[in-house]
Each structure stands twice: as C-alpha cells, then as structure tokens.
C-alpha cells in the first residue's frame, strides 16, 4: 500500500514534483554553494555561494543539468562556455547549477575550463523551486532566462545540449538585451 498514492498520482496525470515557476512573474530566489564564482564576480575572491539577488541589474540565464562531467552536461556547458562573450555584450550572466556536490562542480570548472560558476545543490531546494527535479532525483535539463529586474522571462524544459546555447542566445538578442 505505501507505493499506492505515488502510482495513483502517475496514473491520473499529476505531477510528482513540482511545477515550472509562471513566466512574468519573480523568479525563485537562491543561495547555494558556487564555484568559479570570480568569473563573474573578481572582487568576490573569499565568497563561497551567489544568490539570484548578487545578479540584480544583469539578465541570467539559469541552465540545469543532470550532472556534471557526463557528456550531454559537457556538450551544453561548453557550447556555453564558446559563447560566453556574446552573452556578456548582451549584458547576460551565464550560470549552470545541477545537484551535484561543490566538489563536483570545481573539478567541472577546471576540466572544461568554464567561464562561468556553477551552482552546487546537493539538497535539491533550488532544483525543487524551479520544477526541475527529475524522477531519478538529479536535475532536469531545464534553462531560465530571468531579466534585469528578476522577473522570469523564458522557460525551456524539452532541450538538445548541442544546440542550446544557441536558442538561448538568440531568444536574448531578441528579446533583453541590447548590445553594449
């Protein structure tokens, strides 16, 4: 019997996990673990995490990933990585998180030599609030692109790791930023 209301949930249609946060509206704040957080932040030399209000005044695109270090993660961080001084003309922070120890997360900066932090949410509350969680318990493959004010913008939940960053950084030209 204790397996009934889950198998119930499944076969009725509801969700098990929570929903995506509502596009126009705030979106989820965090404050977690990061590495390479001096990409963004060179003055922050002794930080150890970031919050979305660190961000404040900058666009963000919020990728999450299952795992680091795998190879669908790598293709879609590193196509990141490529074009990361375009997303930084268009005044956009790149930032990936997965539920992935900070240890995990280091050593994913420093092999793919990321230009970017990396949020470390082993606990999952992060990964819960944006609906990301996935059945097996690691991160969906989902991006958020938040605006300047911190109003959620974009949603993208069905994702291809290689062609991603593109998508993402078209839908920025076209829609927040204007070139510096």
């Excluded at 992935?100 to 280091?106: F, I, S």
């Excluded at 949410?121 to 944006?130: G, L, R, S, V």
């Amino acid at each position: 019997m204790k397996y009934a209301a889950p198998v119930l949930l499944v076969l009725i249609g509801l969700p098990l996990f929570a929903a995506t946060p509502e596009v126009g509206k705030p979106a989820p704040t965090f404050d977690l673990a990061a590495a390479n957080i001096t990409s963004v932040f060179p003055d922050k030399k002794d930080a150890t995490k970031l919050s979305l209000a660190d961000f404040k005044g900058k666009n963000v695109v919020l990728f999450f990933y299952p795992k680091a270090m795998t190879p669908g993660c790598t293709v879609e961080s590193c196509g990141f990585r490529d074009r990361a001084e375009k997303f930084t003309a268009l005044d956009t922070v790149l930032v990936g998180i997965s539920t992935d120890k900070l240890a995990a997360q280091e050593k994913f900066v420093k092999k793919e030599k990321l230009t970017f932090p990396l949020l470390a949410d082993p606990e999952k509350t992060t990964t819960k609030a944006y609906g990301a969680l996935g059945k097996l318990g690691y991160a969906s493959r989902y991006t958020f692109v938040i605006d300047k004010t911190g109003t959620l913008r974009q949603v993208y939940t069905k994702v291809s790791a290689a062609k991603h960053p593109d998508e993402v950084l078209d839908y920025v030209k076209e829609n927040l930023s204007k070139p510096k």
